[in-house]
């Protein structure tokens, strides 16, 4: 009879610390975010990675030498590269030159190698976040274009 009242207090004092810890909970203030109202005034981290954006100019020109690192640095093959070699005038060498870059949205796994692996910093991922579409053909970007 002594063991059972024993831990019939022990069980109590283990209920009331719970309930305790509950109660401090449930008093808290919260800081949860009412997202569709707050689309004005919401602001996402700096390091988010929400969609690969490609950066251009005032003449639309933008930083990609065509070098192909990101496309091989990304893991499920979401970045497609389409190149051409043109000869430049001033050295009279020939170089490649981007003629069309695609991004899956639909499939990247948002890892940031290829934003790491560009050696010019013409990529990078912008705080965008709502990218819901009906069909996944529509998440297919073409960024080289302005």
């Excluded at 509950?22 to 997202?35: A, C, L, S, W």
């Excluded at 251009?56 to 389409?82: F, M, V, Y």
């Amino acid at each position: 009879m002594k063991s059972y009242i024993k831990g019939f207090f022990h069980g109590l004092g283990s209920l009331l610390t719970g309930l305790k810890v509950t109660g401090r909970e449930f008093f808290t203030p919260k800081v949860t975010e009412q997202y569709p109202e707050n689309r004005a005034t919401l602001r996402m981290f700096d390091r988010f990675c929400g969609e690969l954006t490609m950066p251009h100019d005032a003449e639309g020109r933008n930083k990609c030498i065509a070098c192909g690192l990101c496309q091989s640095a990304c893991p499920n093959g979401t970045i497609r590269i389409t190149t051409e070699m043109v000869a430049d005038p001033e050295t009279g060498k020939s170089r490649k030159r981007l003629v069309l870059y695609e991004y899956d949205l639909g499939a990247c796994m948002f890892c940031r190698l290829c934003v790491n692996a560009c050696p010019t910093g013409a990529i990078r991922f912008s705080t965008d976040f709502e990218h819901a579409v009906y069909t996944r053909e529509k998440l297919v970007k073409t960024l080289n274009k302005q």
